[in-house]
């Protein structure tokens, strides 16, 4: 399905020529932005973000949405591997002693003195 994209800043404005139904919803709402006799035919330049994305979400048939910008740098969640400290029997790793847990690292505490 062809989709349409019109970028300014961190706003994207996404048409779906094959789902609009010609209502006109846009153009009335905002003229200034949707200027359906001129190409390109949505101008962002002409109003505010919020004007602009309330008008997307009054498209009745959801021929224009708002493209959400993609998070920056932010890794996903990975969670911790399972079964690293007890494999399956059936593993290679299978009844293998894993060695205990190391003592904490700071101070010692020295044996107690007799009296
Ligand atoms: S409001 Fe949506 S369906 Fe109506 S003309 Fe605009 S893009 Fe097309």
Redesign the pocket.
């Known amino acids: 399905m062809i989709k349409k994209e019109y970028t300014k800043d961190d706003l994207t404005v996404v048409?779906e020529p094959g789902?609009?139904?010609?209502?006109?919803?846009?153009?009335r709402s905002l003229p200034s932005v949707?200027k359906p006799l001129e190409r390109p035919w949505i101008q962002l330049d002409n109003a505010e973000k919020e004007a602009i994305i309330k008008t997307v979400e009054?498209?009745?048939?959801h021929?224009?949405s708002i493209k959400q910008k993609a998070a920056q740098n932010i890794p996903p969640f990975q969670p911790p591997p399972t079964g690293e400290r007890n494999p399956p029997s059936g593993s290679p790793r299978g009844g293998e002693k894993l060695p205990p847990p190391a003592p904490p690292r700071g101070r010692e505490i020295p044996p107690p003195v007799p009296p």
């Not at 009054?58 to 048939?61: A, I």
């Open positions: 048409w789902l609009c139904i010609h209502s006109g919803a846009c153009f949707f009054g498209c009745p048939s021929a224009l």
